[in-house]
């Protein structure tokens, strides 16, 4: 998980990094802001091109738990990563990237235990139910 998540900070470094080299290539003059500005919404609606369809699939197909998981994971992300920086900030904690990954750990075995509690719910009452549909039709016969 440590190694994904630094992954994406240099993916991420080097995406700011190039297009930084791109408005200094053109003299675009852009400010931070404007970059800013343009990129995330460039990116954002790139993304709801991307999320709109696949969570239709999702939901169409039953899925709804998996657009709950993606969505909740996504705060996780945004949550640990905001305590680490107001603990930076504050001085009321160490920033600490250990810390980031020991939470998002914490939520996916969470989850995990969770999904396979339900699973085995979901098996239980499938199995009584359809005992009881098949028992009902040969009282019928």
Not at 37 to 46: D, S
Not at 80 to 96: C, H, L, R
Not at 121 to 139: C, D, G, P, T, V
Request: glycine fraction near 4%.
């Amino acid at each position: 998980m440590e190694s994904f998540l630094y992954g994406i900070l240099d993916f991420i470094n080097y995406v700011h990094t190039y297009i930084l080299s791109w408005n200094d290539a053109y003299e675009a003059n852009f400010t931070d802001k404007d970059l800013h500005f343009l990129v995330i919404g460039c990116l954002g609606m790139a993304l709801i091109f991307i999320v709109q369809p696949l969570f239709t699939l999702l939901a169409k197909t039953n899925h709804v738990l998996v657009i709950s998981w993606i969505y909740v994971f996504t705060l996780i992300l945004l949550l640990t990563f905001a305590i680490e920086i107001e603990q930076k900030i504050t001085k009321s904690g160490v920033m600490d990237f250990a810390d980031i990954v020991f939470g998002i750990w914490g939520f996916m075995l969470m989850f995990f235990v969770y999904a396979l509690i339900r699973a085995v719910l979901i098996a239980i009452f499938r199995f009584i139910f359809k005992r009881e549909k098949k028992n009902k039709m040969r009282e019928q016969y």
